[in-house]
């Protein structure tokens, strides 16, 4: 059953329904999730290559949570010895070494998933100006993170023939969300 009022006709009318009404409605949600479909397939091509799109699953990154639950005990056995806390360690001392912990577990899978994805990009990248094929050099660079800080290795080209630098992690499509 189709909405009459949005199919353009004023509630409370006495107005027939003509027959191509539930065909238009149809035409209309088919062209709406058409242009839904291609917007989500624009925004996964970067330089007319597709990217990758992989989403952990919630089981996937409750195994993770556990895996990091874990780890815990190993950095608590290294802060405070075989024997654990003694009593004269409050909750926030112990928070204070989880946090550091948690920061220097996001620091290093951030920089070992992006030096890898980085290494992915090959020794050479098309110019996205002129398509001339370019170097891939690193820069370092602190990128600062919802869990902290971390060095990144940011992959950057230069082309001599534009004289332009260019990164070939950021797509052109999403400059907000850079893929590295």
């Given at each position: 059953m189709y909405d009459s009022?949005?199919?353009?006709?004023?509630?409370?009318?006495?107005?027939?329904?003509?027959?191509?009404?539930p065909l238009c409605a149809a035409k209309a949600k088919l062209y709406d999730g058409l242009?839904?479909?291609?917007?989500?397939?624009?925004?996964?091509?970067?330089?007319?290559?597709?990217?990758?799109?992989?989403?952990?699953?919630p089981e996937e990154l409750d195994g993770i949570?556990?895996?990091?639950?874990?780890?815990?005990?190993?950095?608590?056995?290294?802060?405070?010895?075989?024997?654990?806390?003694?009593?004269?360690?409050?909750?926030?001392?112990m928070e204070a070494v989880a946090v550091a912990a948690a920061r220097g577990l996001t620091a290093g899978a951030l920089e070992a998933a992006t030096n890898e994805q980085a290494q992915r990009l090959g020794d050479e990248q098309p110019c996205p100006q002129c398509g001339r094929v370019c170097g891939v050099q690193t820069a370092e660079r602190p990128v600062?993170?919802?869990?902290?800080?971390?060095?990144?290795?940011?992959p950057k080209c230069y082309c001599p023939t534009c004289r332009?630098?260019?990164?070939?992690?950021?797509?052109?499509?999403?400059?907000?969300?850079?893929?590295?």
């Open positions: 009022y949005r199919m353009g006709r004023v509630h409370g009318s006495r107005g027939t329904a003509g027959v191509q009404d242009r839904k479909l291609a917007r989500v397939i624009s925004s996964k091509l970067k330089d007319g290559h597709p990217m990758g799109s992989r989403r952990l699953t949570t556990q895996l990091a639950r874990s780890w815990g005990k190993i950095v608590s056995r290294r802060a405070f010895g075989e024997q654990g806390p003694g009593l004269d360690v409050d909750l926030a001392q600062e993170v919802e869990g902290g800080k971390f060095q990144h290795t940011e332009r630098d260019f990164f070939p992690s950021a797509s052109a499509v999403e400059t907000r969300h850079a893929r590295l």
